[in-house]
């Protein structure tokens, strides 16, 4: 029985715990479907405007991209509930959906774009992870997701989802279209590296948590092409790498592993994520976000975060080379911004996040910022 006093309670939680985990409390114990149908309140637009910085009063925000369509740009992020904790927000995740009329200046929220699935057995069911939205030819939105489910807590994979408005997104099927065991015959083949006997545990064998997300969706003529946060074999070492596939474009559910693809400086960092490909000029890019994290332990000023840019070369891409500045790959390493995703098709600007835990601005969403002006 859920009184009114813990309704109450509850309500107090979700709305101003902090920094504290709900789900510790006896009042939410007793009242969880009551905390469900309160917590559900997070997926609702808020309807103040953001001016440059999206700091949301209810929501930790961190990855994010998104693309300009006409007048609009649309900005997708990974939100969560302050109530569950820094720590804790990536297993309460979902997608939120900002867009901006004045070429980002102020941001309006839509609320979450796309959420947990409710049936407690599927690979999305406990959160979502980031991902990526292409406008196919027929004006609809593909989007490529990656999520956590409930056979181990730290088990990725990565699913579809389509929408005819950029928001509504509709999950195309129960099952991911790739997962570690799904495609562990091809991603032994190519080399790739997951710990089999540790899958959906918190570290594996290297020390540092499972890749296998951030799928990016890159159209190339008849071809869907998606690349993703991965690990791969190189001389005897496990190294950061962007994951390659490629999906049928009659049939989505059809999926071929490519070979991995590993930077050239891969010995600077030691994981790699978000990968963003787009052409300009002719040219084929990557570009990424790495850090130095050896250890889940370590806080964000020990990780060298960064942001770095390659060139894609040869047959289907395979090999890459350094297209950053002179000195390197590197274009962005303040130890502020985090997580760079190209607005397309305006390549010159990057959407990040604030990765500083000394800032009164950790997890929230500054400005756009234009490449061309940090080159000076």
């Known amino acids: 029985m859920c009184s009114f006093i813990q309704k109450l309670s509850v309500f107090a939680l979700v709305f101003y715990g902090g920094q504290v985990f709900a789900a510790k409390f006896k009042a939410v114990e007793q009242c969880n479907s009551y905390f469900d149908k309160v917590s559900k309140i997070f997926l609702r637009p808020y309807l103040a405007k953001f001016k440059g910085v999206i700091d949301h009063p209810y929501l930790y925000l961190w990855d994010n991209w998104g693309f300009k369509d006409g007048t609009v740009i ?43 699935s409710q049936e407690s057995d599927l690979f999305d069911s406990v959160s979502l992870w980031s991902g990526n939205i292409a406008r196919l030819e027929d004006g609809r939105y593909l989007a ?118 590993i930077p050239p400086d891969h010995q600077e960092f030691k994981q790699l994520e978000l990968p963003n490909v787009f052409k300009k ?44 500045r002179e000195d390197g790959s590197i274009i962005i390493a303040d130890n502020i911004h985090y997580g760079a995703n190209i607005i397309a098709p305006d390549f010159d600007r990057v959407l990040t996040f604030i990765l500083s835990e000394s800032s009164e601005k950790d997890l929230t969403l500054p400005a756009p910022i234009d490449l061309r002006k940090s080159d000076d």
């Open 74 to 116: 649309h900005r997708y992020a990974l939100a969560a509930p302050k109530v569950f904790g820094k720590k804790d927000r990536h297993f309460y995740a979902h997608w939120r959906h900002f867009i901006s009329i004045d070429d980002g200046k102020t941001w309006i929220d839509m609320g979450a774009a796309l959420n947990i």
């Open 281 to 324: 000029d002719g040219e084929t890019y990557l570009l990424v976000s790495t850090t130095k994290r050896t250890s889940e332990k370590q806080g964000e000023t020990e990780i060298a975060a960064m942001a770095r840019l390659y060139k894609l070369t040869g047959d289907s891409w395979n090999s890459m080379e350094v297209a950053g």
């Open 144 to 261: 490529a997701y990656s999520a956590l489910g409930s056979k181990g807590k730290y088990l990725q994979s990565i699913g579809l989802a389509i929408s005819d408005d950029a928001h509504h997104f509709q999950k195309l099927w129960k099952d991911p279209i790739i997962s570690a065991n799904k495609q562990k015959e091809e991603f032994i083949k190519h080399k790739y590296y997951f710990d089999y006997d540790r899958l959906g545990k918190f570290l594996e064998a290297d020390g540092t948590i499972m890749s296998l997300r951030d799928p990016f969706i890159f159209l190339n003529g008849d071809s869907i092409h998606l690349f993703f946060a991965a690990k791969a074999y190189r001389d005897g070492d496990i190294v950061g790498a962007i994951g390659h596939a490629i999906i049928e474009k009659n049939n989505w559910k059809s999926v071929q592993i490519l070979d991995p693809l």
